[in-house]
């Protein structure tokens, strides 16, 4: 298990999605992630609420570095293999946060949940979960 830092992971995002999007991790650990992402006109669908697409990309990146610092010893990375959400609600403004946790580690696959919540009602908008396959070193 490899320890990193909130401003590890957001220098991990500078000219990528992550960093498009403004991904901002405030918390890091192998338990838990945190982050705030501002809503801008950008990340917004054309009828003015947040983009699905922006929701899904906020918790799978919170997934996936979450699934960094837990892959095993000896394995040389991941992918993604199946991502579900769910959309309760949504933002117009303001922020949004979103917590990531591990439900399953394991040597050949992980799972991890994720909540995104308006910053400003505390209201929840959206759940997530995805399956990450462990790649290891072909022999």
């Known amino acids: 298990m490899t320890k990193y830092t909130p401003e590890e992971f ?4 500078v000219g990528a999605l992550p960093g498009l ?3 901002d991790f405030t918390s890091v650990t192998p338990e838990l992630i945190k982050a705030r992402t501002p809503v801008r006109p950008e ?5 003015g609420y947040l ?3 922006t929701v899904v990309s906020i918790a799978d990146t919170l997934c996936g570095y979450g699934t960094i610092i837990n892959l095993p010893e000896g394995s040389n990375g991941f992918t993604t293999i199946e991502l579900k959400s769910n959309f309760l609600g949504t933002a117009r403004e303001g922020a949004v946060l979103c ?5 399953h580690l394991g040597r050949t696959t992980q799972v991890w949940d994720a909540d995104v919540t308006n910053e ?20």
């Open 10 to 13: 957001n220098k991990f995002g």
């Open 21 to 23: 999007i403004g991904i």
């Open 43 to 47: 990340l917004l669908a054309p009828n």
């Open 51 to 53: 983009h699905a697409g």
């Open 99 to 103: 917590e990531a946790r591990p439900v």
């Open 120 to 139: 400003d009602t505390g209201r929840k908008i959206a759940t997530f979960r995805c399956t990450q396959m462990v790649l290891w070193p072909k022999p």
